[in-house]
């Protein structure tokens, strides 16, 4: 158990730092949802190493600095990996947290050892199927047309979409709706809200909204089309931060560590835990530990997912990579990665092979590519 929560915390590190894989996106985020324990280390370390203070203290020390001041506390204690977490205190011991998790893996001693816990805990967790997941532990592979009779709730499946009976359920418990790489899939929600849900991406929702909100949790990315109720308001939390909807059409991608939130109809409120800003409709918020930036967003590139296209203008290719495992469900390694900040113009489109594309991109001579034994997807820039 301890190995696994030492992996899981490096998982949080690199999710704050931006460098988690989809796969392992979607394997943090279930077991934030089935364990308490794991969902308050991850709410303590996004709150701590977000803070200002820290920011600063890692422009102004050193990495020696940093790394002799949490093994001075970490060392004599003694202590069990788990509770250096709450009894490491300030933001310089954060920074050296975030130092060597990152750079030098103190949870996890070496790269190998890194990828063989991967190996135990991520693949076997990941499913291949759409799943809904209850908090009572109960799990659903929904990728066929049918209805679900679950907690006091009618869930009816169909055409890629599910819809809760907005009047059935009476118990109070949370569902996530699991996406995994290479499908896409559409949630109704209790107020009659819809969301499609892009691939390696998770909503999580309550079978009914019966507080002062309407709190839904998102990773990944999805388009949020909200029933307007006042009296209610519908809270999209992402990883540092919260957009407060007002009745709106809104795209919301949070991948990375930097969400980012595109309105195209409405209004929303986007709140950080250093800034707050009310968006326009054809702006969007891009959320930071500096505060929320704004600007004009081109809704043919930033929608375009919904259709099953990815548009690239001007792009690095190591950014285009990155859609290729949510949407074909496969790995890919580039060879010389220090040559990819090239920049390419294109689309990819997930409905037509993926090797048939990447001969297209070949064929420029741009790039070359090979796939392994394992299947993993090797791509040497020219």
């Not at 990819?348 to 590519?369: F, N, S, W």
Request: proline share 3%; hydrophobic share 40%; glycine share 6%.
């Amino acid at each position: 158990m301890e190995n696994k929560l030492g992996y899981i915390r490096s998982l949080i590190m690199q999710e704050i730092d931006g460098q988690l894989t989809e796969q392992e996106s979607v394997f943090l985020l279930q077991q934030v949802n089935e364990n308490p324990e794991i969902a308050e280390i991850r709410n303590h370390l996004w709150e701590t190493v977000g803070a200002d203070e820290v920011n600063q203290y890692l422009l102004d020390h050193t990495t020696e600095t940093q790394t002799a001041k949490l093994l001075s506390r970490i060392e004599p204690a003694k202590q069990p990996r788990k509770k250096v977490i709450y009894l490491v205190a300030g933001a310089a011991a954060a920074a050296a947290i975030i130092l060597l998790i990152t750079n030098i893996g103190i949870f996890t001693n070496s790269k190998s050892h890194n990828k063989e816990i991967a190996k135990a805990f991520s693949e076997e967790s990941v499913s291949k199927n759409v799943q809904l997941t209850l908090s009572s532990g109960a799990v659903y592979n929904i990728n066929k047309d049918t209805s679900v009779n679950t907690a006091g709730a009618n869930w009816k499946v169909a055409g890629k979409t599910l819809t809760l009976n907005t009047a059935a359920s009476n118990i109070e418990q949370f569902a996530t709706l699991t996406v995994p790489a290479g499908k896409d899939y559409s949630l109704v929600l209790p107020d009659g809200s819809r969301i499609q849900v892009n691939a390696a991406s998770t909503v999580k929702f309550p079978l009914k909204f019966s507080g002062q909100y309407r709190d839904v949790y998102v990773t990944g990315e999805c388009y949020i089309k909200a029933i307007t109720d006042a009296s209610k308001p519908l809270m999209v939390h992402v990883p540092g931060a919260v957009v407060q909807v007002l009745g709106t059409e809104f795209n919301v991608n949070a991948y990375d560590s930097l969400a980012k939130i595109a309105l195209v109809n409405g209004k929303v409120k986007v709140k950080s835990s250093t800034d707050s800003i009310v968006l326009q409709p054809g702006y969007m918020g891009a959320v930071s530990y500096k505060g929320i930036n704004v600007n004009k967003f081109d809704e043919y590139e930033t929608l375009s997912w919904r259709t099953g296209q990815f548009i690239f203008r001007n792009a690095k290719f190591e950014d285009v990579c990155k859609v290729i495992p949510r949407w074909f469900g496969v790995q890919v390694v580039l060879d010389n990665k220090q040559a990819s900040d090239k920049r390419f113009s294109g689309v990819i489109d997930r409905y037509q092979p993926l090797d048939l594309q990447l001969k297209g991109l070949k064929a420029t001579g741009a790039i070359d590519y090979t796939t392994s034994a394992d299947s993993i997807i090797h791509i040497h820039f020219n």
